[in-house]
């Protein structure tokens, strides 16, 4: 499923490429990265055969001059996302996963770094936060795998889940913390009538992110979204009016905001 958007994979990496700073950078002595040190890594041999402790810092790390971003894409994984298109074609989940893969490819060919999660609730009691793509691990088969995996299932009970991925983000070195959330609807579940207590729940963690310097943006997939997510989110959102073209908008977005 992943593999459909190969040619726009394609596409969108080379002109990520082509957006990319010049001059990069590596940084040695790195416990995860994108290259092994081969002098950090021999020198940990010789201090396993000779009963010394080695060093877990055998890494180098690649990043760019002048560019310094951490993106963790929260994906809404609530029921609502089995829901197939107009079309029959495809169902909002498989539409979102197709898209996270596309702007994971994106953000790898920039240098950037980027995590990704996946959320739902079954009341304040169960909100589940998905681990699919941390910050140290390669845009590799393993997470694209975790990814394919997802379902949806339960509601959205979206404060609770900015707050916890806000936490995990707001502990990066990065100069510029991004946590966009990919979202098919309006905060919910099944404990809560008023579901406006629980929007005003979710501006409120957008405000606090805020004040420990993350920055919250919201893609919505639901057209009457202007209703709710501004109350949210402010201006930081956009609504996409053809949900089809999601694999394309996304990161295209990410490209044209972060530049």
């Not at 190969?6 to 969108?12: D, N, P, S, T, V």
């Not at 994108?34 to 010789?46: G, Q, V, Y």
Request: proline share 3%.
């Amino acid at each position: 499923m992943l593999n459909r958007n190969r040619a726009l994979i394609k596409q969108i990496r080379q002109l990520a490429e082509r957006l990319k700073p010049q001059n990069p950078q590596r940084l040695r002595y790195q416990e995860k990265g994108n290259e092994l040190d081969t002098d950090e890594l021999i020198r940990a041999w010789l201090d396993l055969k000779t009963a010394n402790t080695p060093t877990d810092n055998i890494y180098f790390r690649h990043f760019h001059q002048g560019r310094s971003i951490a993106l963790l894409l929260l994906l809404d994984l609530s029921h609502s996302l089995n829901d197939p298109l107009i079309d029959g074609s495809s169902s909002l989940l498989e539409l979102s996963q197709e898209a996270v893969s596309v702007l994971a490819s994106a953000v790898d060919a920039l240098g950037d770094d980027m995590a990704v999660a996946g959320f739902n609730s079954n009341t304040r009691e169960a909100v589940h936060y998905q681990h699919i793509k941390g910050f140290s691990e390669p845009w590799d088969d393993t997470v694209k795998g975790r990814l394919a995996a997802t379902n949806a299932r339960y509601s959205t009970r979206m404060g609770a889940a900015l707050r916890h991925a806000g936490q995990y983000l707001a502990k990066q070195k990065a100069d510029k913390k991004l946590l966009w959330i990919l979202s098919d609807g309006k905060p919910a579940d099944i404990d809560v009538k008023d579901t406006l207590y629980l929007t005003q729940d979710a501006a409120k963690a957008v405000q606090e992110l805020q004040a420990d310097g993350v920055h919250s943006y919201c893609i919505n997939l639901d057209p009457k979204a202007d209703e709710y997510v501004s109350t949210i989110f402010g201006q930081r959102y956009c609504v996409i009016d053809d949900v089809k073209r999601l694999p394309q908008t996304l990161p295209k977005l990410f490209l044209s905001l972060t530049h």
